[in-house]
């Protein structure tokens, strides 16, 4: 298991800038490296009648509007000691997120939990769960402090 090697999902949220905080301060004691990945589906909505799909300049503004915001994340993080590389991705969040694990050798996935409960987390889902339920390695879950 190389614990060197840290994938860190974010879906740009304080909780998950939280995580990856976390899993800078332990790249850093382990001297390791952090791989930051996003995940995002283009909207596609369903009608009795058939579907419609986001236009390609939405995707297009979507895909940009990703990517600005994993550079600014890595930014913000220089000087600290650790190499972060951010890995835009379209799809399933947890779907990917494991992908990229795989890619690239990862020992350790963190993901940020909001901790919901009971009917917003049956509507919303919880991609940490699903990371959990899914990896083929070990998975941190951080939660923000109370």
């Known amino acids: 298991?190389?614990?060197q090697n840290i994938v860190v999902a974010t879906?740009?949220?304080?909780?998950?800038?939280?995580?990856?905080?976390?899993?800078?301060?332990?790249?850093?004691?382990?001297g390791g490296k952090i791989t930051l990945v996003h995940s995002y589906e283009i909207p596609i909505y369903g009608f009795p009648d058939g579907i419609l799909v986001a236009p390609a300049e939405v995707a297009s503004r979507i895909q940009e509007g990703a990517q600005k915001q994993l550079e600014l994340e890595v930014d913000a993080r220089k000087g600290q000691g650790v190499s972060i590389t951010p890995v835009l991705?379209?799809?399933?969040?947890?779907?990917?997120?494991?992908?990229?694990?795989?890619?690239?050798?990862?020992?350790?996935?963190v993901v940020g939990s909001h901790g919901r409960r009971g009917i917003a987390r049956a509507l919303l889902g919880s991609v940490a769960e699903r990371v959990l339920r899914t990896a083929a390695l070990p998975v941190l879950i951080v939660h923000l402090p109370k």
């Open 1 to 3: 298991m190389n614990l």
């Open 11 to 30: 879906d740009f949220s304080d909780i998950a800038n939280h995580a990856l905080d976390e899993a800078v301060d332990l790249a850093k004691r382990l």
């Open 89 to 109: 991705r379209m799809g399933t969040a947890w779907d990917e997120i494991n992908a990229v694990a795989s890619e690239v050798g990862a020992g350790l996935i």
